[in-house]
């Protein structure tokens, strides 16, 4: 698939049968340097549909971040189950209807939807050590990270990965933060090729290799009691017939399936513009294709919703709802690939997290600003107050 998309040239970061009606279909840089001050500045319709996140992105210093509460056992995750989900539909107009009669008796309050939890991920503090970076986050108020497996932060192909990983499990528990096992670390398996190689390449033994990194995210992901293992597709090799890519990319999927389902881990499949699965209506494909398994889910990036799909971000997300697993977030502009700063970008976030709610999604929604590690400290302080602002805006409150 060529993706008619502008990237930047510092290159970007980077179903399971339910009974589901299928969903309409869809279609298929350089980081930013903080000033003196620690300040994020809003732009464009972002600025003025949300005046109120704007004082959060002005101010030199974040809230006050909680006391996060350390967890007492980690447990095994839950067995995967299948949900019923709901229909994706065009949205409609809102009609005026006629105001329903008092009665004398009181209709039972709706019950609240679930609270959002934030968390930070580590491929944008690629800078710090892994512990360094886990007091961060827990310093600052997030309720979990997005565990990029890389050289620098707990390195899946090097020696003793169960007992670092069992080390890690319980500093987690000892900080009370919560995890997602990421696998987009650009250069883990090649040094010279980005994302390489992937589940697309020609050579079955390099598709092998990629999906046997999956398979260890897995075991790593249920170790840690993390709530999914994110991936991607890769990017289709030049000259691949469309049905060929596809065709590899469900094989090799299989044994990761497998390893998913045996361990209640989800595999959470991202589209990712440039990739092979670029859209929702590619992960359908997929979905449909391998039999809809229940081990397979979707990782949703608000920013491409942004970037390249038909509806909005708020529409995708409740289009997305059934299939959520993991969510990504940050600000983006329409067409262009590149993840920025929360307020730099043209995304109206109260909506897009106030549909999110709506979704009963429990699992963690993670910044993801790969190309500010530089920075990671000064951002990641940055991005949780203003989420959390944009939660309050998103339920009618003033922060």
């Given amino acids: 698939m060529t993706s008619p998309l502008a990237e930047p040239s510092a290159g970007a970061h980077t179903s399971a049968p339910f009974p589901h009606p299928e969903p309409t279909p869809g279609t298929t840089g ?28 002005s101010t030199t210093e974040a809230a ?15 067995p995967l189950a299948r949900s019923a989900p709901t229909p994706s539909t065009t949205p409609t107009p809102l009609a005026r209807s006629a105001p329903t009669p008092l009665t004398a008796t009181n209709p039972a309050p709706s019950p609240p939807a679930p609270q959002l939890r934030f968390g930070y991920g580590t491929n944008g503090l690629a800078d710090l050590r892994l512990e360094d970076a886990l007091s ?26 169960a007992a670092r990983t069992r080390r890690l499990a319980q500093r987690l528990d000892e900080l009370g933060l919560t995890v997602t096992v990421e696998t987009g670390a650009r250069y883990v398996l090649d ?40 991936c991607f597709s890769g990017v289709t090799p030049a000259g691949t017939d469309p049905d060929l890519a596809w065709k590899r990319l469900a094989e090799a999927l299989a044994p990761v399936l497998e ?13 990712e513009p440039g990739h092979l699965l670029a859209t929702l209506a590619d992960f359908h494909h997929l979905r449909t ?25 708020a529409d995708c997300v409740r289009a997305a709802g059934p299939w959520l697993r993991h969510v990504q977030i940050e600000d983006m502009r329409r067409g262009v690939h590149e993840h920025l700063p929360f307020g730099e970008g043209d995304i109206d976030f109260p909506p897009v997290l106030a549909a999110l709610a709506e979704t009963g999604y429990q699992g963690l929604t993670v910044v993801e600003l ?29 922060p």
């Fill in 370 to 398: 790969p190309r500010h590690s530089h920075a990671g400290p000064h951002f990641a302080e940055l991005s949780l107050p203003f989420l959390r602002q944009a939660v309050a805006l998103s339920q009618g409150s003033t």
């Fill in 191 to 230: 040094p010279r090729r980005k994302h390489g190689p992937s589940l697309l390449d020609p050579d079955p033994d390099d598709r092998a290799r990629r999906a046997d990194l999956l398979v260890r995210a897995v075991q790593v992901a249920a170790d840690l009691g993390a709530h999914a293992v994110h």
């Fill in 136 to 161: 961060l986050l827990a310093d600052l108020g997030y309720d979990g990270l997005g565990l990029t497996l890389d050289h620098m932060h707990l390195d899946p192909l090097a020696p003793d990965l």
């Fill in 64 to 78: 006050p971040a909680p006391t996060p509460t350390p967890s007492t056992t980690r447990t095994a995750p839950a």
């Fill in 289 to 313: 294709a391998l039999g809809d398994p229940p081990a397979l889910g979707l990782t949703l990036d608000i920013g491409h919703c942004q970037c390249l799909e038909p509806r909005s971000p």
């Fill in 30 to 57: 350089a980081a930013s340097v903080p000033s003196s001050e620690p300040t994020l500045r809003a732009t464009g319709a972002a600025q003025a549909r949300s005046p109120e996140l704007q004082r959060t992105l």
């Fill in 259 to 271: 390893a998913a389902t045996t361990a209640g881990v989800p595999l959470a499949v991202e589209p």
